[in-house]
């Protein structure tokens, strides 16, 4: 818990930075290109929480890896390097989306289907959620088969589930509480 607070400052402190320096659509790039390698490569993130891989090695291997980062981004991550929080990185990345898409007022809305949705049901499903929301929707699909058919739309703390499954499993503890008893 404590680290994702100290994730969720360093990623505050990077957004003033970046906003400050005019450079915060390079940051949220640089630290969408973070997250994807940090969450693709394992290996990665625990040799940046090893205490015995230095910093200097640290440091090169991430230079290594992130050729074309922003010099804001290069810079922070060197002072996350030298003030030791090197294991945070793919957590303040994390986190610095997060804050990115609230100071763009985005929300992130999870839809999961049976079936990959076409363009048309995705337009449908965003201009619908804009009639909801004052907020640009950026839309995730999960493709589930459980499911059945249907789909369950999550935004935020709210979700509607409208899966066959779900249905299937209402009707079944409907089924159950029958209180028709066959007498022989």
Same mark, same amino acid.
């Given at each position: ?34 997250? +994807?390698?940090? #969450?693709?490569?394992?290996? @990665?993130?625990?040799?940046? *929480?090893?205490? &015995? ?55 992130? +809305?999870?839809? #999961?289907?049976?079936?990959? @949705?076409?363009?048309?049901? *995705?337009?449908? &499903? ?59």
């Amino acid at each position: 818990m404590r680290d994702i607070k100290v994730a969720s400052r360093y990623a505050k402190s990077l957004i003033g930075i970046a906003i400050e320096q005019n450079s915060l659509e390079e940051v949220y790039s640089d630290m969408l290109s973070i997250d +994807a390698v940090c #969450t693709e490569s394992h290996d @990665l993130v625990v040799m940046l *929480k090893s205490p &015995i891989v230095k910093s200097n090695k640290q440091e090169a291997i991430l230079n290594e890896i992130f050729t074309s980062i922003n010099t804001v981004s290069k810079a922070f991550i060197r002072i996350i390097i030298a003030k030791k929080r090197a294991g945070l990185l793919a957590d303040i990345a994390k986190a610095f989306i997060e804050a990115y898409k609230v100071h763009k007022n985005i929300k992130t +809305a999870y839809v #999961t289907s049976a079936i990959s @949705l076409t363009a048309d049901q *995705k337009t449908k &499903i965003i201009a619908l959620l804009n009639k909801t929301d004052d907020a640009t929707i950026d839309l995730q699909e999960i493709v589930n088969p459980e499911i059945i058919g249907g789909m369950i739309l999550r935004v935020g703390d709210r979700q509607v589930d409208e899966s066959i499954k779900r249905k299937l499993t209402s009707l079944e503890l409907e089924f159950d509480d029958n209180p028709y008893i066959k007498e022989f």
